[in-house]
């Protein structure tokens, strides 16, 4: 039987540790790679989807303004100063 505590255990803890910083560092190489990858890709994919939301956003807009009666319109544009200010966060939303 074999002496773990002794020099030879040392030595197979040695190994141990080397071959999982090695693991450690192959992994972290390659799914490192690709975690950029995926960031950089979300990044754009965000900005698309602001830039189609304000678009979109408009675009409602001006159907609105285009179908709208005088009241309805104020109305309208009250309605979205509200969310406006509840979405910033200066007062609580209605219960």
């Known amino acids: 039987m074999i002496d773990l505590s002794g020099p030879i255990g040392g030595i197979l803890a040695g190994a141990y540790g080397a071959g999982a910083v090695m693991g450690w560092g192959f992994a972290h190489k390659t799914i490192g790679k690709r975690v950029s990858e995926l960031k950089d890709e979300m990044r754009d994919d965000k900005a698309d989807c602001d830039r189609r ?37 200066r007062i609580d939303p209605p219960l």
């Open 53 to 89: 939301i304000v678009d979109l956003s408009n675009r409602l807009r001006e159907v609105e303004d285009r179908y709208m009666s005088g009241l309805e319109r104020q109305t309208a544009q009250i309605r979205d100063s509200a969310i406006h200010v509840i979405r910033s966060g």
